[in-house]
C-alpha cells in the first residue's frame, strides 16, 4: 500500500542571525585563547552558511534586553544561562514552532479534515516539557482528543526518519490514517563560548527551525507533487560512538561534533546505503547519480563534501542540501525536511523521480529513506 507525504511545510522564528555579525561576536569573547578566536572564524568562516534563525531575540546587536540571559550588547559578552532558563525558553518559543507549522501543513491538504488526523507524532532534541507538544498540537488545532500522540525526544538531526517511518507504518496498519509529523529544534537555545573545536563548531552551524508533513495512504488529489515513502533503514557506523554526542549540562545542552565526522561518513556512506539500495531490484548496479535527488542532511560543509565526493554526485545533486545550509544552517531534525521541501519545489522532468534522502547523528547512526517524488499534473 503507497503512503505519501501529502504536504511538507517549513518555518523559522523571526530574528536572523548573520554569520558574518555572529562570528565577530564569538571571536571577541572574554576567555578566549589566541588558538581559540582563530578558530571561531576558521569554523564560521568555512561553515558555507550566510544566515540562520534563532528564538532567542537577545542574540543580536539590535536587541536591548534591560535583563540580558543570553547575550549582553553593551558589553558584547555571550552569557551562560543555566538549563532551566534554557528550556523555559524552549517550552513557549517551540510551542510557537510546532503550531505554526502544524497549521501550515494541515492548511495544504483541503481535502482532509482536522479530525479526520488520527496520529501526531512530535519530535524534538532541543527541549523537554509536559504536558509535550504534541498536546499543545492537539489542543491549538482543535483535533480530537482521541487522536493517538507520540513524542520522539533527544534522537539528534537523524529523527525526522523515524518519524516518517512510523507515520508510514501507522498508515498500512490503518489505510484510514492520517498522521501529522511535526520537527521543531531550537538548537541557538545552548550556544555557548569555548575554546573547545566541538562547542565552536556547534556555534557556527546550529539553528532553529520547524517543519510538518501530513502522511496518508490517500490518494494525493490536485496537481501538486507529493513524496512516496517507499523504503527506509537503519545502519550503525562499527565507529564514531565518540565523535558525535548530545549530552544535557548544567548550563544548557553539550553538542559534541567531533571533527572526524565528516571522515567516518566518507568510509561507511556507500555501506550504509547498501541495504536500503537493495530494496529495489531496479536500481542494482546503477552509479549513485542516476538516481534523480539527493535529499542529504547538510549536517555541514564537510559532510557535504564528502558525500558529493565518495557517490560521485553531481553539483546540482547536492544544490538542495547546501542551500537549506546556506540560508538556514543546521536545524537538526528538522533539516533534511527542509531539503526534502526544496526539491519538491523543483520543476519536475518526469511524472515519477526517485529520492534518496540520509541524515546522520549520535551513534554514529546514519538513517536513509529511498522515496519517489510524484508529479500528478505530468
Not at 106 to 129: E, N, W, Y
Request: charged share 20%; aromatic share 8%; hydrophobic share 40%.
Amino acid at each position: 500500500m503507497p503512503v505519501y507525504v501529502r504536504s511538507l511545510e517549513t518555518a523559522v522564528p523571526p530574528t536572523v542571525l548573520v554569520q558574518p555579525q555572529a562570528r565577530d561576536v564569538f571571536a571577541s569573547q572574554p576567555g578566549l585563547t589566541r588558538l581559540g578566536s582563530r578558530l571561531v572564524k576558521t569554523c564560521f568562516d568555512s561553515a558555507a552558511i550566510d544566515t540562520r534563525f534563532t528564538a532567542v531575540a537577545e542574540l543580536t546587536l539590535e536587541n536591548h534586553s534591560e535583563n540580558p540571559s543570553f547575550f549582553d550588547p553593551v558589553s558584547g559578552q555571550v552569557l551562560s544561562p543555566s538549563t532551566k532558563v534554557r528550556n523555559e525558553i524552549f517550552a513557549v518559543e517551540a510551542t510557537k514552532l510546532f503550531i505554526e507549522a502544524a497549521k501550515a501543513a494541515v492548511g495544504k491538504c483541503p481535502d482532509i479534515d482536522l479530525l479526520d488526523i488520527t496520529h501526531v507524532i512530535t519530535v524534538s532534541c532541543t527541549g523537554f516539557f509536559n504536558p509535550g507538544p504534541d498536546y499543545k498540537v492537539v489542543r491549538a488545532l482543535g483535533l480530537s482528543p482521541a487522536v493517538q500522540r507520540y513524542h520522539l525526544g533527544f534522537m539528534g538531526c537523524y529523527a525526522a526518519f523515524p518519524a516518517l517511518r512510523a507515520a508510514r507504518q501507522f498508515c498500512q496498519a490503518d489505510p484510514s490514517a492520517v498522521v501529522l509529523v511535526i520537527c521543531v529544534e531550537l538548537c541557538s537555545l545552548h550556544v555557548r563560548t569555548s575554546n573547545d573545536p566541538d562547542t565552536i563548531m556547534g556555534s557556527a552551524i546550529f539553528a532553529d527551525g520547524a517543519a510538518a508533513a501530513v502522511v496518508t495512504s490517500r490518494e494525493p488529489e490536485g496537481p501538486d507533487p507529493v513524496i512516496r515513502l517507499d523504503h527506509f533503514e537503519t545502519v550503525l557506523t562499527p565507529v564514531g560512538e565518540e565523535a558525535m554526542a548530545w549530552n544535557i549540562g548544567d548550563e544548557g545542552f553539550e553538542m559534541i561534533l567531533g571533527t572526524y565526522v565528516p571522515h567516518i561518513i566518507e568510509e561507511h556512506i556507500t555501506g550504509a546505503l547498501e541495504p536500503l539500495l537493495a530494496r529495489d531490484s531496479s536500481l542494482a548496479g546503477l552509479p549513485y547519480r542516476d538516481i534523480t535527488h539527493w535529499a542529504i542532511h547538510p549536517g555541514g560543509r564537510s559532510i557535504l563534501d564528502k558525500v558529493e565526493s565518495k557517490l560521485e554526485l553531481t553539483e546540482e545533486q547536492l544544490v538542495p542540501a547546501r542551500e537549506v545550509l546556506r540560508n538556514y544552517g543546521n536545524m537538526s531534525s528538522a533539516t533534511v525536511l527542509f531539503v526534502l521541501k526544496h526539491i519538491l519545489g523543483q520543476t519536475p522532468a518526469q511524472r515519477e523521480e526517485r529520492i534518496c534522502s540520509m541524515a546522520f547523528g549520535p551513534g554514529l547512526t546514519v538513517e536513509t529513506g529511498l522515496f519517489t517524488r510524484v508529479s500528478p499534473a505530468l
